[in-house]
């Protein structure tokens, strides 16, 4: 068994975290961990009307299965429900077992550079202009068929940055060890080479 080698990718919303998260898993074949779909499938819960806490004490992996966690009004609750401490404290052990897992683990979200695994080897904080990150999320909401305007994405990014970055608990900022990546005007490519380049730094 190798030892633990965690690549912690944090930032806003649709920055590009989870297509780089997993050409990067891909690539040096870890294990990858989408860390919003935990808050996601809290979020989801929560708008049937469970309690947020015990959505998240309760959590199973077959709960991250469902297509319907990547809606706009999903999204929302899932920013609501990740500035709840309870919320935050159950999601914890889980998060940071997977991180140091034999063999590798590259986890994405918001904190996991500052919180779920500050020993992290490499620490990337991956970023875009909110007109650029909202125009990518427009195309993936358009392409799975949700009718929204662009002007109401940008509006929900700006929104869910705005919490993510305020709130009390583990609020989205770069770790200080992190390299920050800008992909405003990357193509996808050239993003994940940017980013394999900066784990490769940390690899020597
Ligand atoms: O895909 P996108 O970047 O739009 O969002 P996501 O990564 O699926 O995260 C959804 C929401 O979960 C975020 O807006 C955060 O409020 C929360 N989240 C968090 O607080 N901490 C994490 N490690 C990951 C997500």
Known sequence: MSAPFTIAIDGPAAAGKGTISRAVAAHYGFEHLDTGLLYRAVGAKVLLGVDPVQAAQRLV??????????SPEVAQ????????AAVRAALLDFQRS?????GGAVLDGRDIG?????????????TASPEVRAERRFAELSAQGTAISRAQVLAD?????ARDRSRAEAPLLPAKDAVEIDTSEMSIEAAIATAI????????
């Open 61 to 70: 992996t077959a709960d991250l299965d469902s297509d319907d966690l990547r």
């Open 77 to 84: 609750a899932a920013s609501k429900v990740a500035a709840i």
């Open 98 to 102: 997977f991180a140091r897992r034999a």
């Open 114 to 126: 500052t919180v779920i695994c500050p020993e992290a080897e490499a620490k990337l904080f991956v």
């Open 157 to 161: 990014v700006k929104e869910r940055d």
């Open 197 to 204: 380049a900066a784990i490769e730094a940390r690899r020597r």
